[in-house]
């Protein structure tokens, strides 16, 4: 028995960070486990539900929201290790060993730093890529990308059509725009320390001024 912990979500503009552990002997994993981001959607749900119905199988997902990124007082990397430690302690226990996706230019750091956060006496490993050559890792990140594309499904419902989230995506810059035209400010889920709401931003206040 074992655990594997990933993220989703760490670099768009709208929305969720999502951590995930899951907790298993890698035997019972099903079939097909993979880095999500090589999975299609459908696949990746399918897969969701059978580690959810397994008995054998435990998960966890920890949230941290738009706002708490945007918290001065921290930075996503301390972020991520703190929803790391609870996801882990949520399904972990005493001795268990487990392998975390990390998310610092420093693997081994990044791993201490979980260690610390942890309630749970866990060995953990930190890997770069660990999601592509662990099947727990890899079954973390399915978790963490349907909890995050379920939470972006959620807000469209809302708000209307909002692409990825990703500062790549033009829906997504398209929406930010048209939103704060309509509102005269950012939506409560878009992270307004990130480039792309300060240059939204910006770009509707020369609009403004240019009116006058």
């Known amino acids: 028995m074992r655990f594997g912990v990933d993220e989703a979500g760490r670099g768009p503009v709208l929305g969720s960070l999502f951590v995930a ?3 298993a002997d890698p035997a019972d994993l099903p079939a097909g486990i993979d880095d999500s981001k090589r999975l299609s959607p459908a696949r990746r749900e ?12 435990s998960t966890a997902v ?3 929201t738009a706002s ?13 290790i703190t929803a790391a430690a609870e996801a882990i302690d949520d399904v972990a226990e005493d001795g268990l060993t487990g392998i975390v996706d990390a998310c610092d230019t420093d693997a081994a750091r990044f791993g201490r730093r979980v260690v610390v956060a942890t309630e749970t006496d866990v060995e953990v490993t930190a890997e770069h890529g660990a999601d592509e050559n662990h099947d727990l890792v890899g079954a973390a990140s ?3 990308k349907v909890a995050r ?6 807000l469209a419902d809302e708000h209307g059509p909002l692409g990825s989230g990703y500062p790549s995506d033009p829906n997504t810059r398209e929406f930010l725009r048209e939103y704060v035209r309509e509102h005269g400010e950012l939506p409560p889920f878009a992270r307004a320390s990130w480039k792309t709401s300060r240059d ?10 240019s009116n006058f």
Request: glycine share 2%.
């Open 21 to 23: 552990c899951v907790r």
């Open 200 to 209: 939204v931003l910006d770009a509707a206040a020369q609009s403004t001024l």
């Open 142 to 144: 399915i978790v963490a």
């Open 46 to 57: 399918a897969l969701v539900d059978d580690l959810h119905g397994d008995d054998r199988v």
């Open 68 to 80: 708490e990124i945007d918290d001065p007082e921290t930075d996503i990397n301390a972020l991520t």
């Open 62 to 64: 920890v949230e941290v």
């Open 149 to 154: 594309d379920s939470h972006i499904e959620r």
